[in-house]
């Protein structure tokens, strides 16, 4: 499966965002999806992620209630819906897929897209 990240950008403080990440290559309906994020000098975390039909998402606590995972199997994509945004927010933003159990573990997905740098300015 290969995976392509997009919609990042420079956003001040309260702003909105919205990513998608395109699926080619696979049976994109079978695999739980996750957003990832980098800031520099950090480790990658856990954002969100949705169940393979979409029934079931869930978010880290830091992003609850400002960020929306969603999905459109028809169209092979994941969106990440980021509002009210912190400059806290600013890292590169990872879409992966394949997720297990341990969906909140960079480890449990098995292919990444490259990445999409979100900018919050305050």
């Known amino acids: 499966v290969q995976l392509q990240a997009s919609g990042g950008g420079l956003v001040r403080a309260g702003g909105s965002l919205r990513l998608s990440c395109a699926a080619s290559?696979?049976?994109?309906?079978?695999?739980?999806m996750g957003w990832f994020r980098q800031a520099p000098g950090k480790e990658r975390e856990f954002v969100a992620s949705i169940s393979s039909v979409g029934g079931s998402t869930s978010y880290a606590d830091s992003m609850t209630g400002r960020f929306t995972i969603s999905r459109d199997n028809a169209k092979n994509t994941v969106y990440l819906q980021m509002d009210s945004l912190k400059p806290e927010d600013t890292a590169i933003y990872y879409c992966a897929a394949g997720g297990g159990r341990n969906y909140y573990a960079p480890g449990s997905y098995g292919y990444w897209g490259q990445g999409t740098q979100v900018t919050v300015s305050s």
């Open positions: 290559g696979g049976t994109f309906s079978m695999y739980r």
